[in-house]
């Protein structure tokens, strides 16, 4: 079975600052997706950035990008020039590449940004 | 992009009454949609997944008499809670699979006292 870990319960940053978050997963299969969610206050799960396993080129979407090591397993989600709307938590998720098949979501790690 | 609703957005009910959540595609069909619960400072957890015109299949745990799944058209999945109890307080998440990606609802709170 997949199991996706992310080791940092919670992460703080500064403003304006950059921050890493880790998540590592576990999986005998070659084609999947890796994705990171925010979920906010208000509970809203939102789509942060995804990543295709086949894909060697790290996906970027404005101040997130990911640093994906398909051979280690691992899939740490950068953000860059860190703000306050940032804060929420952050779940990693694996899914395989069969769209009908569920996510397998990490514990989540808990982004707290400093004024 | 794809939109998914939910309602009741929260419900308080009384322990042993059952109560009904509603999960609706407003833009596009969803042949499969999927129930997570929440609990607080926790990750999702899959409760079972709902296929249009056939039974939900679910996760090892979950008593599937006590959370009846209905996907009766291709826009609307309802988790109904039956016979309500305290510990059945929690978020509950419902996610439908669009042509090519999944969209996640805005979650239920549940409240049972």
């Known amino acids: 079975a997949q199991t996706v870990t992310q080791s940092q319960p919670e992460m703080s940053v500064q403003e304006a600052e950059t921050v890493t978050l880790s998540c590592t997963y576990d999986?005998?299969?070659?084609?999947?997706?890796l994705f990171w969610y925010k979920q906010p206050p208000s509970r809203q799960m939102i789509l942060v950035i995804r990543?295709?396993?086949?894909?060697?080129q790290n996906a970027t979407e404005n101040r997130f990008s990911v640093n994906f090591q398909k051979a280690a397993k691992s899939f740490s989600l950068k953000i860059s020039d860190s703000q306050l709307g940032d804060a929420a938590m952050y779940f990693c998720a694996y899914r395989t590449a069969a769209l009908s098949q569920n996510f397998v979501f990490g514990p989540g790690t808990r982004l707290s940004v400093l004024p | 992009g794809a939109v998914v609703s939910q309602h009741p957005s929260w419900v308080i009910c009384k322990s042993g009454t059952s109560v009904k959540i509603e999960c609706r595609s407003l833009d596009f069909q969803a042949t499969t949609m999927f129930w997570y619960r929440q609990f607080p400072k926790q990750s999702l957890m899959l409760m079972a997944t709902?296929?249009?015109?056939?039974?939900?299949?679910?996760e090892q745990g979950v008593e599937k008499d006590k959370f009846l799944i209905n996907h009766a058209s291709l826009t609307l999945s309802t988790l109904t809670v039956t016979s309500a109890h305290p510990e059945d307080s929690s978020f509950y998440i419902c996610?439908?699979?669009?042509?090519?990606?999944?969209?996640f609802g805005p979650g239920t709170r549940l409240t049972v006292t």
């Open positions: 999986t005998s299969e070659s084609d999947y997706y």
């Open positions: 996610s439908a699979r669009g042509l090519h990606e999944q969209y």
């Open positions: 709902s296929n249009e015109g056939s039974k939900a299949t679910y």
């Open positions: 990543q295709e396993a086949y894909k060697q």
